[in-house]
């Protein structure tokens, strides 16, 4: 069912975007394949396995530090900043010398979105209706772990992988016993991330196979490239919410014979992405008005948009499954040994990275490396912790039932030099 007339394009996509700076081989003598796998969903252009021009394997089992030599890792699409006062960016010897100081950082960045492109494109070769939600996950989680060499806190999952259907935006990942299917109705947000040393990979797309919500889609995929085009060093944070509101809501889509205008999800944002701090301080908006608070030199973004077909605002809602340790967290003296031990395994486990309810429940505690242990009867200890501040429940995001909401994401880096779509790919 997914669209093998976008072949061609997606091949012609790739020679443009190697001519804009995307990254080739490592040189590691592997035998480069020629991709060939055709996705089973739409919302994603070009092959499932496009990783194998790298030498990798099908479906990928070499970690990304192997497959790519250090200082080698492809290199995201290379954009430049907006605005003439940026114009002596590309060519200044000062801007190139302090871009050569964060080379080693770029290139743990990169290798992170290496891993993250290469997780995502073996999910997208088994996503299809059927497939229950926590097997999706599991199995995206443990490829996740093998090609990033999961090692506790220094490399491993950014955060929990959503897989929010329809109505639900955001922050949804099946808890113990959900046995949620895919069916072919559904339109899924697949939300995950990928760390090395605290540099977070924040990167989503949309699933669907239904082709009448292809316009949510595009609309919601349009509006990410222009919030990526917008996005630079000295650019306040609100012409990028307009210009994106702008695009998105220029669609609209007809979904069993109604019409509906697709509508930007107002209390919903894109964010600037710290060392183990995913929501790092800086919003950026997806629609009109807000802060004009400038983005700059040096900070990587989250550029992400949400698209609805229904009031275009969420609300919490349904069970929590995503928890995160606050990065400025209080010390509070605890009184429960439960919770006392809670905390020092979500410490010692994910720090400040978030984390879901499947992870505490999984042998390991959530880390093969740390090996905490299954963590048993945590609940209460888990309430104690969220109402002492220290941790913070992240419930699903919920637009109107019945209604569809969609998002797509990147990790942009706003170098000295360029802006670089880190986490960009063939796919999308």
């Not at 039932?401 to 063939?426: D, F, M, N, W």
């Amino acid at each position: 069912a997914a669209a093998e007339g976008d072949d061609g394009a997606a091949k012609k996509k790739r020679k443009k975007k190697k001519k804009k700076g995307k990254g080739g081989g490592g040189g590691n003598g592997r035998t480069a394949g020629d991709p060939s796998k055709v996705p089973p969903h739409l919302g994603v252009t070009g092959f499932t396995d496009d990783y194998v021009r790298y030498g990798q394997t099908e479906p990928p089992t070499i970690p990304i530090a192997e497959l790519f030599e250090a200082g080698k890792m492809p290199i995201g699409e290379i954009q430049e900043h907006p605005g003439e006062h940026n114009a002596f960016r590309t060519t200044s010897e000062e801007k190139r010398a302090q871009d050569n100081i964060s080379f080693e950082e770029y290139d743990n960045i990169r290798q992170a979105a290496e891993c993250h492109r290469q997780v995502r494109r073996y999910a997208q070769s088994f996503i299809e209706p059927g497939i229950k939600l926590s097997e999706m996950c599991e199995r995206l989680e443990e490829k996740n772990r093998e090609l990033v060499q999961e090692a506790g806190l220094g490399r491993g999952i950014g955060f929990p992988t959503g897989c929010s259907l329809n109505h639900v935006a955001a922050h949804y990942t099946p808890n113990p016993g959900d046995d949620t299917v895919l069916s072919y109705g559904d339109v899924m947000k697949v939300d995950f991330g990928t760390q090395i040393n605290g540099r977070i990979i924040d990167c989503a797309w949309t699933v669907y196979f239904d082709p009448q919500y292809e316009n949510l889609v595009k609309a919601v995929q349009d509006a990410t490239d222009t919030g990526i085009r917008c996005a630079g060093i000295d650019v306040p944070l609100n012409e990028i919410g307009e210009q994106i509101q702008e695009t998105m809501e220029s669609y609209e889509v007809e979904i069993d014979g109604t019409t509906y205008p697709v509508k930007a999800i107002s209390n919903l944002n894109g964010h600037s992405i710290g060392p183990y701090q995913i929501h790092a301080g800086k919003s950026v908006p997806i629609v009109a008005g807000g802060d004009s608070t400038r983005m700059e030199e040096g900070e990587m973004y989250a550029i992400e948009t949400f698209g609805s077909t229904g009031r275009g605002f969420v609300h919490e809602d349904l069970e929590c499954s995503h928890y995160m340790k606050n990065f400025d967290a209080p010390h509070v003296p605890l009184r429960s040994a439960r919770s006392k031990k809670l905390l020092a395994h979500i410490n010692k486990t994910f720090d400040t990275l978030a984390f879901c309810r499947r992870w505490l429940e999984r042998p390991d505690g959530g880390s093969p490396t740390v090996n905490g242990g299954k963590q048993e009867k945590y609940l209460g200890a888990l309430k104690n912790l969220c109402d002492a501040g220290i941790v913070t429940p992240y419930p699903p995001l919920c637009d109107q039932r019945g209604c569809y909401t969609a998002q797509y994401e990147h990790t942009i880096l706003l170098r000295p030099t360029c802006k670089e779509v880190v986490s960009r790919g063939t796919d999308y």
